[in-house]
């Protein structure tokens, strides 16, 4: 996943925080039917923009358990950094490259914690760097699934074939846990509608290997459409982050409006979701250790937003981070903390950081 463009942190420079504390949640739909799943806490760590070694990893895990956090997704790779060695990419482990014993390692140093650890391998997009391997060591599969240089063709049974040989190999180091997720991705996907369909046979493919392996699939919310929600495999989980995507202009937030999904399109079609809202639970690397950025978003997480509060488009094509759905009851809340720009960010601003957060239920 991209760090999603943080403009808060503009409209902290911009706004004085205390308006946004004050300002009311408005209602853009009636009250819908509440899901029926536990409320869960998920701390996601981005080691595609920030590779991290076994230790600095543990050290997370560890502040995440500290503040109750019930499962830690590693954001394995994206278009910069491949994470973890895959016998079939055919790239060798390194401390920052995390071997299948390594990453077994960290499950059983979690499950002792009782933290369930959630592998995210993002695709067909941000797979800029699964491609570049694949150029390497399989070049003719390279030529085959390459849609561009940051996205498999989800429009070929051959990109299925990659991720699933991916999948299969990260799905033994994970799989020494009761409770055993996979987020997908399907995030930030270019493609007409038409492709779109090609999406949603994609994902319904990958998530059926992996309910086989007893797998339940996750996916971010921006690139489902309304027109394909009922195609879309209903076991499959929805982190929902933004249905704008973080777009801003008139045009574009009226057309995704009416074709993405919207948080009551999911729960009428009885769909799990996950609060994973780009501007409350979002949070990058490199403003860590910056006391003003911190405290603001550590205030706002835990002062302004509720698991209740979603980042949709209103009636009047306004990105609000505020948008209030009144009875939902989700899976709870995936606070993301992103790597971009974060080489010089040490593990004990990270742990100090998460040490601080506390996310209401």
Known sequence: MHPK????????????????????????????????????QGLLIDLGRKPMTVNAVEQIIQA???????????????????????????????KTVLSQKALKQLVKFASARNVQLVPAVDVPSHSG?????????HPKVYRQVKLDSQTLDYTKKSAATVVKA??????????GQPKRNFLLGADEVPGTEKMYQSLTRFINQINQFQNK?????????????????KKLDANIV????????????????????AKRVSVPDLLKAKRGIVN???????YQFQYMGNAANDQYFIDYLRDSYRPTLFNEITADGVNKDKTYEPGVKTTGTLVSLWGHDAQSVSTKTITDFIHRLEVPK
């Open 5 to 40: 463009n943080h403009w808060f942190l503009t409209l902290f420079v911009v706004l004085l925080s205390t308006v946004l504390f004050i300002t009311r949640p408005v209602p853009a739909h009636a009250a819908v039917a509440a899901s029926t799943l536990p409320n869960q």
């Open 129 to 137: 760097a699964i491609l570049r391997q694949l150029k390497k060591s």
């Open 213 to 229: 392996r007893g797998f339940t699939t996750v996916v971010w919310n921006d690139s489902l459409l309304k027109s394909q929600l």
């Open 238 to 257: 929805i982190n929902y982050w933004s249905q704008s995507g973080n777009r801003s202009g008139a045009k574009v937030l009226a057309s995704r409006r």
């Open 166 to 175: 991916i999948y299969q190999e990260l799905d033994t180091s994970f799989k």
């Open 276 to 282: 994973a809202n780009s501007y409350a639970t979002y």
């Open 64 to 94: 995440a358990a500290d503040q109750k956090f019930n499962y830690v997704v590693l954001n394995l790779s994206d278009n910069e950094h491949l994470s973890f060695q895959s016998k079939y990419l055919g790239n060798k482990a390194t």
